[in-house]
C-alpha cells in the first residue's frame, strides 16, 4: 500500500523568502504523487502531479515539486511566497494496486506567510 | 475544465435527523467519484468510493448504514448522513475522476459541506 508523510504541521516564512514543503512518499511501484491546496473551508485544488513523465513538476501559481526516487521524496517549492500563499497544503499518492483510483493524503502542512 | 459542484455548502441538522449532500460533476461524466471526511485541522480521510450504478465501497470503520451513497448516474453522487448525531459533525468533501487506471484524467474536488449537528 502507498503512503505519504510531509514532515512539519507547520510552514512559516516571510513574503518573498523560499517556501519548501516536505513529502516522502512509500511505495514499492512507481506512484503518482499530487500536491492538493486548501483554503479555509473549501475543497481541494490541484497544485501539481507527477505520473511518471518528467521528474521536474511545474504547477500553477509558480509552484514546482521534484520527484527523487533515491530519496522517496516529493517536496514542493516555490521560490518567492506571496501572502495569499497561506494555506493548507496536502501530498497524496495514488498507485496501481488501487488502479490509480484512490488517493491517499498525508495530514498536511499550514503554511503561513508574514510580511 | 472539469468542475464539480457540491451542495450544501454548509448544514446545521437536530440530532437524530437524515442529511443529504450532493456531488455533481458539471461539464463530465465521472466514472467514479469519492467521499472524504475531514475533521478541523486534519487530514482528508476517505470513506468510499462510488462508481455509477453499483453499490459503494466503504473503507474499513465507515458505517454503511449510516453514510448511505448513491451514484445514480455519471454526473451526480449523494451521501447521506442517516440519524445524524453531533459527532457526525465534519467537514465532506467529495471527489470525481474521469478515465481509469492510467488513463485517469485527474481527480476534481467539489467545495466540501461542513456539517454541524446539535
Known amino acids: 500500500a502507498q503512503s505519504v508523510t510531509q514532515l512539519g504541521s507547520h510552514v512559516s516564512v516571510s513574503e518573498g523568502a523560499l517556501v519548501l514543503l516536505r513529502c516522502n512518499y512509500s511505495?514499492?511501484?512507481?506512484?503518482?504523487l499530487f500536491w492538493y491546496v486548501q483554503y479555509p473551508n473549501q475543497g481541494l485544488q490541484l497544485l501539481l502531479k507527477y505520473t511518471s513523465a518528467a521528474t521536474l513538476v511545474k504547477g500553477i501559481n509558480g509552484f514546482e515539486a521534484e520527484f527523487k526516487k533515491s530519496e522517496t521524496s516529493f517536496h514542493l517549492t516555490k521560490p518567492s511566497a506571496h501572502m495569499s500563499d497561506a494555506a493548507e497544503y496536502f501530498c497524496a499518492v495514488s498507485g496501481p494496486n488501487t488502479g490509480f483510483q484512490k488517493l491517499v493524503f498525508g495530514t498536511g502542512t499550514r503554511l503561513l506567510v508574514s510580511p | 475544465g472539469a468542475v464539480v459542484s457540491q451542495h450544501p455548502s454548509r448544514v446545521i441538522c437536530k440530532s437524530g435527523t437524515s442529511v443529504k449532500i450532493e456531488c455533481r460533476s458539471l461539464d463530465f461524466q465521472a466514472t467514479t467519484m469519492f467521499w472524504y471526511r475531514q475533521f478541523p485541522k486534519q487530514s482528508l480521510m476517505l470513506m468510499a468510493t462510488?462508481?455509477?450504478?453499483?453499490?459503494?465501497?466503504?473503507e474499513q470503520g465507515v458505517e454503511k448504514d449510516k453514510f448511505l451513497i448513491n451514484h445514480a448516474s455519471l454526473t451526480l453522487s449523494t451521501l447521506t448522513v442517516t440519524s445524524a448525531h453531533p459527532e457526525d459533525s465534519s467537514f465532506y468533501i467529495c471527489?470525481?475522476?474521469?478515465?481509469?487506471?492510467?488513463?485517469?484524467?485527474?481527480?476534481?474536488f467539489g467545495s466540501g459541506t461542513r456539517l454541524t449537528v446539535v
Open positions: 462510488s462508481n455509477e450504478g453499483s453499490k459503494a465501497t466503504y
Open positions: 471527489s470525481a475522476i474521469r478515465g481509469q487506471g492510467l488513463t485517469n484524467y485527474g481527480y476534481t
Open positions: 511505495s514499492s511501484v512507481p506512484p503518482y
